[in-house]
């Protein structure tokens, strides 16, 4: 029997869907809704056959929520509300009480609100999300999605900044990491594509988007990764610096006066490839304008990639070696001269790749007499949620044939 689950990812001003055929995990319908709050909000929507697109003012999520509703029903993709079967939302921060995805009962929702502090951008505006679904379909079971779950198995050593002991214990800095679900995806698609248990294999796993994580997955879970206490921390991104020699955030403050959040502004919106490049957070762009010369673009590009090798190399080094390498995201699953990039001059490791292999995007690139793997894997969050909505929420509804 299929069941039709709703995966929601909902930011500020967006609301990310996806309605998939469970266990199946086909898209049945997706797409997003933006500029929510204003008179020119947009909805696309597509399914395998068709795409709808329109602009209209939608004041706040509830309205955007009624609207995603109607639309499903008045184009025939579900004939009732009961119809959907269970909602994931995505949720970003679950702090060091969520180590694995939970169903959304008041208690959890009042934990979230209480994470809120870790994560004030996001967790809010994902619990509004999970009440405005809570009420619209009452009956209907959701499940929390945290990006922060999966590395909950990182070692204290890991995870704790040598900072003075009193934050970590009073206020909860420590290295929580973020992309989970992408990491937790992709590995797990790795193995079934090897035909080898996840348990047997050392990976890293490199999610470059406009937000790029990396992640050292032994045996399955997860045991470093380069974002931190924030989003903002490890490798170089779209507009966000990674990690800097942390004491030029003080020198600036200082020196040009700003406040704490204009630095916050700085290290998120201004920095990473636009900030080296001056062209674009834009990858391709920024490719584009390295290629035309630009020697401040083709800077940022080395600098994306030397980033990354060095924590692949602190990675290896604590898990003892190397299996498989992934990438996947935005730049990871379609930038050859990214992934060439990252694994140049590697072949001490047992690690090279195959340039025609890695030309045309294929699943595997590692050259022929490579040891490591190379492999390039679509991340999709949107089934992992689907999945834990299936396992947590629905795992008494699966049938089983105990005839055969
Ligand atoms: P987000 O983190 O917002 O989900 P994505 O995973 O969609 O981001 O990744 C966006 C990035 O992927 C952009 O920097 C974009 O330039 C890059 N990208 C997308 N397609 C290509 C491509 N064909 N070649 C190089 N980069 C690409």
């Not at 999520?61 to 029903?73: G, M």
């Not at 995806?185 to 035909?195: D, I, M």
Request: hydrophobic share 40%.
């Amino acid at each position: 029997m299929s069941h039709k689950i709703m995966a929601i990812n909902a930011g500020s001003s967006s609301l990310k869907f996806q309605l998939l055929a469970m266990p199946q995990g086909e898209m049945i319908c997706q797409g997003l809704i933006e500029r929510i709050g204003m008179a020119n909000a947009r909805v696309t929507m597509k399914t395998s056959a068709q795409k709808w697109q329109e602009t209209a003012p939608i004041a706040d999520h509830r309205e955007a929520v009624t609207l995603l509703l109607d639309k499903l029903l008045s184009h025939h993709i579900i004939n009732t509300l009961q119809d959907i079967d269970g909602v994931g939302h995505r949720v970003a921060h679950g702090g060091e009480f969520f180590k694995d995805s939970a169903r959304v009962t008041d208690e959890t929702l009042a934990q979230i609100e209480r994470l809120a502090e870790l994560a004030p951008l996001h967790n809010p505006v994902n619990v509004l999300g999970i009440h405005i679904f809570r009420q619209l379909l009452p009956s209907t079971p959701s499940v929390a999605v945290f990006d922060t779950a999966f590395h909950q198995t990182l070692d204290e050593s890991a995870y704790i900044y040598p900072l003075p002991w009193r934050y970590y214990a009073e206020l909860g800095i420590r290295r929580y990491g973020f992309h989970g679900t992408s990491h937790k995806y992709v590995s797990t698609a790795l193995a079934e594509r090897l035909g080898i248990q996840l348990s047997a294999l050392r990976v890293i796993c490199c999610h470059l988007g406009n937000g790029s994580s990396i992640c050292a997955i032994k045996g399955g879970q997860s045991v470093n990764t380069s974002m931190g206490f924030t989003p903002q921390s490890g490798v170089m991104m779209g507009t966000r610096s990674g990690d800097i020699d942390p004491s030029i955030l003080p020198w600036i403050a200082e020196r040009e006066g700003k406040t704490p959040q204009q630095l916050n502004y700085l290290l998120n919106n201004e920095s990473g490839l636009l900030g080296i490049s001056g062209v674009s957070h834009d990858y391709r762009d920024v490719e584009q304008a390295a290629d035309g010369g630009n020697r401040r673009a083709a800077l940022a590009l080395t600098l994306f990639a030397e980033r990354i090798r060095a924590t692949i190399g602190s990675y290896i080094m604590q898990m003892g070696g190397l299996d498989a390498l992934i990438f996947t995201g935005g730049i990871g699953e379609n930038s050859a001269r990214a992934r060439a990039a990252v694994c140049h001059n590697l072949h001490f490791l047992g690690l090279s790749i195959d340039e025609e292999k890695n030309l045309r995007n294929a699943t595997f690139i590692q050259a022929e007499n490579a040891v490591v793997k190379v492999a390039v894997i679509n991340t999709n969050e949107e089934l992992m949620i689907a999945q834990d909505v299936m396992r947590i929420a629905l795992s008494d509804k699966v049938t089983f044939d105990v005839s055969a």
